[in-house]
């Protein structure tokens, strides 16, 4: 199975401050790469898929980044309700895996 | 309005079955692949399994966690997902989503139902 590795676990920043999130998979998947935002309580929605195309409706501060191994999403200018858990799929090769997460705080 | 809704979770012991549905509405079902994802209490997503559609003969993918002993099926005229779920362990807790592939692409979920809750405790 694909492995999905989530760096950092939690980040806490302002409204306003860029945010980087990365995710690394244990083997080459090419552009095989998905984000989801999930808030609490709620369902996850996708933001990003094939590692940088934008799922219509999101707001164009979210972008996609990477290929192989290594991919980022970016949050370019932080707004009050991006605060939320992020998290990337591999989209490669069955069974499907995400990552850990990432929860988003603002300060 | 594109929606999924989820039914049938509650409390189960273990060793027990359950049937998940998810009624689909608002897009053309049988076009899309569908998935099953869930989420145990304070932690993340788990990929549950995929049915793919009728051009792909409804073939199956599975977790491992779960092979052989869930089954995903569907139900094109009446727009409805299913999942069975037998042997039912304490680890199975979770909310279960139902989401629809984003056809273009195949491999992403961009439709989420709102997620049923299914408690495995004796």
């Known amino acids: 199975d694909i492995q999905m590795t989530q760096s950092p676990s939690s980040v806490s920043a302002s409204v306003g401050d860029r945010v980087t999130i990365s995710c690394r998979a244990s083997q080459g998947i090419g552009s095989w790469l998905a984000w989801y935002q999930q808030k609490p309580g709620k369902a996850p929605r996708l933001l990003i898929y094939g590692a940088s195309r934008l799922q219509s409706g999101i707001p164009s501060r979210f972008s996609g980044g990477g290929s192989g191994t290594d991919f980022t999403l970016t949050i370019s200018t932080l707004q009050p309700e991006d605060s939320a858990t992020y998290y990337c799929q591999q989209a490669k090769s069955f069974p499907l895996t995400l990552g850990g997460g990432t929860k988003v705080e603002i300060k | 309005e594109v929606h999924l809704v989820e039914s049938g979770g509650g409390l189960v012991q273990p060793g027990g079955s359950l049937r998940l549905t998810c009624a689909a509405s608002g897009f053309t079902f049988s076009d899309h692949y569908m998935d099953w994802v869930r989420q145990a209490p304070g932690k993340g997503l788990e990929w549950v399994g995929r049915?793919?559609?009728?051009?792909?003969?409804?073939?199956?993918e599975y977790a491992a966690s779960v092979k052989g002993r869930f089954t995903i099926s569907r139900d094109d005229s009446d727009n409805s997902l299913y999942l069975q779920m037998n042997s039912l362990k304490t680890e199975d807790t979770a909310m279960y989503y139902c989401?629809?592939?984003?056809?273009?692409?195949?491999?992403?979920?961009?439709?989420w139902g709102q997620g049923t809750m299914v408690t495995v405790s004796s």
């Open positions: 049915i793919r559609n009728k051009a792909q003969s409804y073939t199956t």
């Open positions: 989401g629809r592939d984003l056809i273009s692409w195949g491999a992403a979920i961009d439709i």
